[in-house]
């Protein structure tokens, strides 16, 4: 079993960045299959990025595509989110999200078994 913290969210204005961080403790993270999800009032979740174990493959939404950068640090047992260019459009509250099959990166929220808290992003106008 695998615990997910997430930090680094918080308010930003349109057009600037953040990154998150997804702080994971448990069994060895290159194990997992890591993702970031997110969902903004009134709407359901939704894949943002995932990154199969080791860093191989990688798989972007079509509204972050160019924007949003995954990577993992599994020497740090920590998945990261580059958000750049932000709008909005991306204000939600983002949540780290993990599962066992390590080879392959899925896009829907059934397919991870271990989620963080969540970290609220707002973006300003």
């Known amino acids: 079993q695998v615990q997910l913290v997430e930090s680094g969210g918080g308010l930003v204005q349109a057009g600037g960045s953040l990154r998150l961080s997804c702080a994971a403790s448990?069994?060895?993270?290159?194990?997992?299959?890591a993702a970031w999800f997110r969902q903004a009032p009134g709407k359901d979740r939704e894949f943002v990025s995932g990154?199969?174990?080791?860093?191989?493959?990688?798989r972007y939404s079509d509204s972050v595509k160019g924007r949003f950068t995954i990577s993992r640090d599994n020497a740090a047992n920590t998945s990261y989110l580059q958000m750049n260019t932000l709008t909005p459009e991306d204000t939600a509250v983002y949540y780290c999200?993990?599962?066992?099959?390590?080879?392959?990166?899925?896009?829907?929220?059934?397919?991870?078994?271990?989620w963080g808290q969540g970290t609220q992003v707002t973006v300003s106008s």
């Open positions: 990154i199969s174990g080791r860093g191989r493959y990688t």
């Open positions: 999200a993990a599962t066992t099959t390590s080879s392959t990166v899925a896009t829907t929220s059934r397919g991870y078994a271990y």
């Open positions: 448990g069994r060895t993270f290159s194990a997992y299959t």
